[in-house]
């Protein structure tokens, strides 16, 4: 959910040109697998498409293709670091970290609650996004 939103607040700035936006999975369980329907569906809600994306698993490679790697949750930030072999750089950090209420996205697989997720992933991005621009 969280690679769409941030896409379409990008797009809506104007700035596509500035970033690369890519979601990976941090465990195996949906690899190849589209996006799950309630978020889909969710997406759907405020316009948004997620046509095409099926999961793939992050890699160590990806730490040094990217600035930035952002987890949802403290889980997803232990596999991250795991999978880059730590975090020498900084650039493993939770998306609820750019809020004034750090901590783990609503996970939706849990409560199936997609608008508490929608809620959080849109605060998360939107901050986020008005740091990166800042940076430019």
Same mark, same amino acid.
């Given at each position: 959910?969280?690679?769409?939103?941030?896409?379409?607040?990008?797009?809506?700035?104007?700035?596509?040109?500035?970033?690369?936006?890519?979601?990976?999975?941090?465990?195996?369980?949906?690899?190849?697998?589209?996006?799950?329907?309630?978020?889909?569906?969710?997406?759907?809600?405020h316009?948004?498409?997620?046509?095409?994306?099926?999961?793939?698993?992050m890699?160590?490679?990806?730490?040094?293709?990217?600035?930035?790697?952002?987890?949802? $949750?403290? %889980?997803?930030?232990?596999?991250?670091?795991?999978i880059?072999?730590?975090?020498? !750089? +900084?650039?493993?950090?939770? /998306?609820?970290?750019?809020?004034?209420?750090?901590?783990?996205?609503? $996970?939706? %697989?849990?409560?199936?609650?997609?608008?508490?997720?929608?809620?959080?992933?849109? !605060? +998360?991005?939107?901050?986020? /996004?008005?740091?990166?621009?800042?940076?430019?």
């Amino acid at each position: 959910m969280a690679e769409f939103v941030m896409k379409e607040l990008v797009r809506n700035a104007g700035k596509e040109d500035a970033f690369v936006i890519e979601s990976a999975a941090t465990s195996t369980e949906e690899i190849g697998n589209s996006v799950y329907p309630p978020a889909r569906r969710k997406l759907a809600e405020h316009g948004i498409s997620c046509q095409g994306k099926t999961a793939r698993q992050m890699t160590r490679s990806d730490y040094d293709r990217f600035d930035l790697l952002i987890g949802m $949750d403290t %889980w997803n930030i232990r596999n991250m670091r795991n999978i880059c072999g730590g975090d020498p !750089e +900084g650039k493993i950090v939770m /998306l609820m970290n750019y809020t004034n209420r750090p901590g783990d996205v609503a $996970d939706p %697989w849990y409560t199936g609650d997609f608008e508490a997720t929608w809620r959080d992933v849109l !605060e +998360g991005c939107q901050n986020l /996004l008005s740091v990166l621009i800042k940076s430019l």
